[in-house]
Nanobody, 118 residues
Framework: QVQLVESGGGLVQAGGSLRLSCAAS????????TGWFRQAPGKEREFVGS???????TVYADSVKGRFTISRDRQNTMYLQMNSLKPEDTAVYYC????????????WGQGTQVIVSS
């Protein structure tokens, strides 16, 4: 099992920046990739971006490309640097882990709230 804990959410004005963190623990050696997802009120959860743990390749949703950056460190923490935030970025942000051999992301954090005011 992999445990994930997000932190770093909060309230920010439009145009501002925030950095979210996702600390992974447990059987992290089995992680193939980790990703960020978000869910706004009344909307379905959507993919934000991901990073492969072997190699570090990143993928982003078109809505955040050029504004958000995903990275990770050697202590098994993934980051989401969010710049030029917009009110439509307001959501609960979740990190998730995709283990080697799994069909999809199968471990999830508890989520952290991001509110962008106009």
């Amino acid at each position: 099992q992999v445990q994930l804990v997000e932190s770093g959410g909060g309230l920010v004005q439009a145009g501002g920046s925030l950095r979210l963190s996702c600390a992974a623990s447990g059987r992290t050696v089995y992680i193939y990739a980790t990703g960020w997802f978000r869910q706004a009120p009344g909307k379905e959860r959507e993919f934000v971006g991901s990073i492969r743990w072997p190699g570090g390749n990143t993928v982003y949703a078109d809505s955040v490309k050029g504004r958000f950056t995903i990275s990770r460190d050697r202590q098994n923490t993934m980051y989401l640097q969010m710049n030029s935030l917009k009110p439509e970025d307001t959501a609960v942000y979740y990190c998730a882990a995709h283990r080697i051999g799994a069909a999809d992301y199968d471990s999830w954090g508890q989520g952290t709230q991001v509110i962008v005011s106009s």
